[in-house]
């Protein structure tokens, strides 16, 4: 998951929900950052030697593009967190005209890169949920992957589509490209929808437990057979 959010909604979502989240942070407090985290994940404990764990439901990466309100940056460069850092401390990226070279920074580096790296691989779909476009280092790289791979699918999530399209030369040049692009029949989707109607409409995908798979293999046995 990607987010240009300072907040922590997804860290307390996860919380509620009993999902873990892979941030880049350290798992022992203080919390410090390693990009080498992003590597890690988390499996069941075997309890017999001849089980090889398998791996733990709900956990996912989470980047924080444009940075955290509970990050700090520490004089010697360490990033670490911290509740309530001071404006001097704070690791963020501001609407600002120096946003594009602050995104080639760490922590903001790392994140940009598997954002990049994301685009580029096949049978990826993108969801695209209340992002304007307006931020030339995230949706440049997104217009390009979408007219070089031909593997990637974009669904965008937005309540004001509609008047996004109506808009016109009001809409900025991202938007205009991806519907000029979705008119010409290539893998660009819109759905004009909050974030809360659209999470209505993800189907709730669990995967099967082996009892489950039997049931299910038993089940499609043709009676009689």
């Known amino acids: 998951m990607f987010t240009t959010n300072y907040d922590l909604c997804f860290e307390e979502a996860a919380s509620a929900l009993g999902a873990v989240v892979i941030d ?64 001097d401390e704070a690791c963020l990226i501001y609407p600002a005209r120096g946003k594009y070279q602050q995104s080639f920074l760490q922590p903001h580096l790392e994140s940009m890169s598997q954002y990049l790296a994301a685009l580029r691989e096949p049978n990826t779909c993108l969801f695209a949920i209340g992002f304007g476009f307006n931020d030339d280092h995230l949706s440049e790289p997104l217009l390009a992957a979408v007219r070089s791979n ?19 030369g009001n809409a ?20 004009n929808a909050s974030f809360q109607d659209f999470a209505k409409l993800v189907p709730d995908l669990k995967s099967l437990t082996p009892a489950d798979r039997l049931m299910k293999a038993i089940q499609s046995i043709p009676e009689g057979k």
């Open 24 to 87: 880049g942070f350290s798992f022992t407090r203080p919390r410090h950052y390693d990009p080498r985290y992003f590597g890690y994940d988390i499996i069941r404990r075997p309890r017999t030697s001849e089980d090889q764990g398998n791996y733990l439901e709900g956990v996912f990466l989470l980047y924080k593009l444009h940075g955290s309100v509970n990050w700090a940056r520490y004089p010697n460069g360490g990033i670490q967190e911290k509740d309530g850092p001071s404006p």
């Open 172 to 191: 900025n040049r991202y938007w205009r490209a991806l519907f000029t692009h979705a008119k010409d029949g290539e893998d660009v989707w819109f759905i």
């Open 150 to 168: 031909p593997n990637l699918r974009l669904i965008v999530a937005d309540p004001a589509i509609t008047d996004q399209e109506s808009a016109g």
